[in-house]
Structure formats: structure tokens, C-alpha cells
């Protein structure tokens, strides 16, 4: 029994600190553009609150590039895996994107702020 709850509580343990340390990796590269609470008005780029399960192009508020308007039409959905893809490298994802970021250089990075966005609403 033991043997099958270990591996359980150490997945949960380690999710919200997966998430706090995206937290930090967010604040210190991806803040200076989006805003990450609700109803917070965007910055230089869309506010990323509940942008996980959100439409691409989501923010009503935000003017997106052609690309991001396309996506949004086409009906693309944020999820973590397309998060993490997209923030390998953003203008592969979308040519012609708007967005001065090369996104995050490594594989734990990614998964960490992709993890913290998850949180964010
Ligand atoms: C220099 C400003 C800037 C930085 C830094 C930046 N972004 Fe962006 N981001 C933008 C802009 C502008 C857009 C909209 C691009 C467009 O319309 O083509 C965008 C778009 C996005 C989108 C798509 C949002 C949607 O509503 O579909 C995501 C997700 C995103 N950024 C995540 C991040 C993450 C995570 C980081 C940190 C690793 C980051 N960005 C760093 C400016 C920035």
C-alpha cells in the first residue's frame, strides 16, 4: 500500500512547487508584459490570467497580431502542452508574432511557468 500512496503524494507535493518556482521564473521574465490577475487591464501584452483553457488571442481587451487573430479563429485553445511547445520557441509556433520574448530556454522552465499559469486566475 505504502508502495503505491508514495509515488501519489509526492506527484501532489511536487505540483505547487513546480508552480512557485514558475512563479519566480514568471516575475522576472514575463512580467514586465502581462499582467496575471483577473480583470487587470493588459500591459504591453495580454493579461495571461486563466489563460490555460483560454482561447488563443483571449483577452478582449488586448489588439493580438494577424497570427493571433488567426488562431483565435481557428479556435485554438491554450493548453500546459501547447503552452510549453509555444514557449520553446514563440515565433516558430506563430510566425509574425508580436511578442519581443524568445520564450524559455529550458524543458523545467517551461513546465514551471506553464505549471504557475494553471494557478493563475
Ligand atoms: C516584451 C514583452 C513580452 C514579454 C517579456 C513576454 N511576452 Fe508574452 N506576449 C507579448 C505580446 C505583445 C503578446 C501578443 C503577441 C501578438 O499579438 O502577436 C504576447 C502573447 C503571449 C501569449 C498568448 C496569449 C493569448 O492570449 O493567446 C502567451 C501565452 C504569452 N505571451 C506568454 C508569455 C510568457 C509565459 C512569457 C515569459 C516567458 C512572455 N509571454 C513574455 C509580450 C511579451
Known amino acids: 500500500m505504502i508502495r503505491l500512496l508514495l509515488p501519489a503524494l509526492l506527484l501532489l507535493a511536487a505540483a505547487p512547487a513546480a508552480a512557485e518556482d514558475g512563479r519566480a521564473v514568471f516575475e522576472a521574465r514575463c512580467a514586465s508584459c502581462h499582467a496575471v490577475v483577473a480583470g487587470a487591464p493588459p500591459g504591453a501584452g495580454p493579461n495571461l490570467a486563466g489563460v490555460v483553457g483560454r482561447r488563443v488571442g483571449g ?16 479556435g485554438r485553445v491554450w493548453d500546459a502542452a501547447l503552452l510549453e511547445r509555444f514557449l520553446a520557441d514563440p515565433e516558430e509556433m506563430f510566425p ?21 499559469l494553471r494557478t493563475a486566475w
Not at 59 to 74: I, K, N, Q, R, T
Open 59 to 74: 483577452d478582449p481587451g488586448f489588439g493580438y497580431s494577424p497570427v493571433l487573430e488567426a488562431a483565435h479563429e481557428a
Open 96 to 116: 509574425g508574432l508580436w511578442m519581443g520574448s524568445n520564450g524559455l530556454r529550458t524543458a523545467d522552465e517551461r513546465a514551471a511557468v506553464a505549471a504557475f
